[in-house]
């Protein structure tokens, strides 16, 4: 779910086997579920490359850590594609202090938004403006927010059964809400944590800015920070808020795309991409977000080895610059796959495809329903395979996973290694590679 | 999966009401989602009853914590079933010591087997035989297990996409393995933990003697503790192991079931059970088994009231005893339904039942397929309510739920409150209490 622009691709291309498909899914589970390679390896890579984000000596070394892993694995060719990526820097840690002559003063656990600016290093302190959405704080209107911390509370909507849904009503919030608040004249924009824990980690992610507007701080605050300065302000609404960040933005940096190549025998012109993007926030391991589905699209290629499924096209590589590359290439790409959903337990696929397409893909589900995944449904697949879209009429899908725990550690500190189950991490592996031989083997994708 | 004997069971009879089924089951799900109490409840019972072994002034603790729960909930009666429960308590830590001449010394982390004899105050150090299994051991005979530390070192196999699958083919060198080795002579048995976990949490659970025969101190070590003595085996196979365990058996205690009751208008004579163990091995938080099954059973009364969904009749009460005193009771009994297999996010129900009743169950999961729901399979329902078999022909159920992380912590240190999800545990009382809901206004169960 976060949206840099570095990340680990795959490109598979199977040949046919003569064997039962079935056999083979069945084949692929076993192998992963015993497996302890793809569990050792993030374990390295959270441990050793902790808070990799963009354009951070960690993120260079997250690079060079899985090229190592496919130089090892004897694929046709491994090499990096260069990419510039947004270069920001988060400063010293974060300080928010609610001031109450009422009250006393408090410290509330925040962090700075991705590609906020800093308060200076003297901090800021201010009324604070409480509101539950951006229509409120548009209706309520200049007069009301100048000068203001404008804070935005609303909570994550628990009742959806999907915790994607719930995410995705209250990240407005963080997205365009300290844009709205900066339009309206607001001095700096407090977001609850879009998570769905009430702990007190802040949980961080990417805001927005007008390129010619006016920049204000903008900062996250823990979900029980968030509940705190709310009781507060009912209490004493003139409390003042004391913020302080020094994030700032550099100039663009170099990184790379890790690709990684099989070239196929039957069909070698036809290309099949898996992957996620390897970078993470730089507050936490990047576990679950997106350590995990790196590893597992890793992963994929050592069942392959182990399974003997010959002929194989992979790469890895990413994002805008991956598919801006391949279209100038002439590649012809036939799917994408990608994992960025958490390492949990695997349901089933989202997938983006019309028609024959969308059919073919859901009629794979028997063979996936003895592993618990039962949702082969239309919808998004994942924001770094999406480039691909811009340039081919292709099928794309998204691994679906048990979603209750992720926004609970989604960009915060909580995205540790220890949150990872061998299991988990194996089977959303498994089901990949399930999904990618199988499509491999339909004859057609047919038309959208 | 525990077997002791003292439980928390809620029976409920609930009226028909006159509105959509699946808006029902819907408000239901929005309700738990939401909710925080039984989470509330559950980090109470964790934290304040720990170790809460049958018998154990922590039992006590938490009969009485369950019952005053039930008492503020307006239910039309509350009150306690005696039971007798075994009482064996652990001693002083367990100790393991690896001596080899080659190797040198090295502690192993180990648990004692419940209801396991101690070793005396002294231990005892004797030779070691690896197995692999109870036949390798059989042909193996006297001559070769006499005098011996049987070691029983086969792991549970990973291939299973259910853990309980594993489980089952490796649990037999722990119930069974200690009384095989004792009557061929062994001091001691050793088994290694039956977990999916690699780590160096020994794993207990119960093992069974000969009333009449001769028993042995039975431990289990970690998995980490076994590859490490496996490994050294194979290096200097005249390697010794020093034991020490002072666990004992004392006369078997007074405990209860904790009956909680709602009468029903329609059919009052008609009793619908649900329940689970409130007991916990004693070197653990017991959250995951069962502290959650019961905390869910309980919430779904909050469930029904808050709904109000009228006319239930609840019962809370265990096992055995409760089996054979509501027969005494001439009660009739319905429909039975456990929750002991971890709280984790619910994926059907596994039903005991056969013909049209099997059918009528099954029949319902289209109610649940938007919760993630689909395995409505045939099996068996939980180990504390299998007793009311023994006089009635009824259908029971217990709830599955996702098996992936349940044997890195069952009947272990590391079974904490930090590993529950809020809602992972409120899916799972919805799911419970939307199935009692549909089961409720069936017309009929049909027949077997």
């Known amino acids: 779910m976060q949206r840099l622009y570095f990340l680990t691709l795959i490109l598979i291309w199977l040949a046919k086997p003569a ?87 408090q410290e509330l656990s925040v962090t700075a938004l991705g590609l906020s600016v800093g308060t200076g290093p003297q901090g ?85 800015f007008d390129a010619d507007g006016r920049n204000i701080p903008a900062l996250a605050v823990s979900p029980k920070g968030a509940d705190l300065l709310s009781q507060a302000l009912k209490t004493d609404p003139d409390l003042s808020l004391y913020l302080r960040n020094t994030s700032h933005q550099l100039p663009d940096a170099v990184s790379y795309n890790v690709i990684g190549e099989i070239r196929g025998t039957d069909f070698p012109d036809q290309i099949i991409t898996v992957g996620g993007h390897i970078d993470a926030w730089d507050n936490s391991q990047g576990a679950h977000d997106n350590g995990g589905g790196c590893v597992q699209s890793i992963d994929m290629l050592r069942i392959f080895r182990e399974l003997n499924i010959q002929d194989e096209e992979i790469r890895q590589t990413g994002g805008n610059t991956y598919a801006d590359s391949a279209n100038a290439a002439s590649e012809k790409h036939y799917f994408a796959l990608e994992s960025d959903r958490g390492v949990f337990t695997p349901r089933g696929f989202s997938i983006d495809a019309e028609g024959e397409q969308l059919e073919a893909l859901q009629a794979l589900k028997p063979y996936f329903e003895a592993y618990g995944m039962h949702e082969f449904v239309k919808g998004g697949s994942g924001v770094d395979i999406r480039p691909l879209k811009n340039y081919y009429n292709m099928a794309q899908a998204g691994l679906v996973t048990d979603s209750q725990r992720y926004f609970d550690l989604h960009h915060a500190a909580s995205d540790t290694f220890e949150k990872i189950n061998r299991r988990e991490l194996n089977l959303g592996t498994a089901a990949m590679a399930a999904f990618i031989y199988l499509i491999d083997h339909l004859d057609t994708l047919g038309e959208e």
């Open 19 to 105: 064997f039962s498909q079935q056999a083979v899914v069945d084949a692929i589970f076993s192998n992963a579920l015993k497996s302890d390679v793809a569990y050792e390896q993030l374990r390295i890579l959270c441990t050793t490359t902790e808070g990799r984000i963009a354009g951070s000596p960690q993120a260079a070394a997250a690079v060079e850590y899985t090229k190592q892993l496919m130089e090892q694995m004897d694929l046709d060719s491994v090499y990096l594609q260069k990419v510039m990526v947004p270069n920001w820097k988060r400063g010293e840690p974060e300080q928010a202090r609610l001031i109450s002559r009422v009250l006393g003063n």
């Open 124 to 208: 800021l302190i201010a009324p604070v403006l409480e509101v539950q959405s951006l229509e409120e704080l548009e209706q309520l209107g200049e007069a009301a927010v100048k000068g203001k911390i404008v804070f935005f509370n609303r909570a994550v909507n628990q009742d959806h059964y999907n915790t994607f849904q719930g995410y995705s009503g209250a990240v407005d919030q963080r997205v365009m809400g300290p844009l709205t608040a900066a339009r309206l004249g607001a001095v700096a924009a407090l977001v609850r944590s879009v998570t769905t824990a009430s702990h007190d980690y802040p949980h961080t992610g990417v805001t927005r």
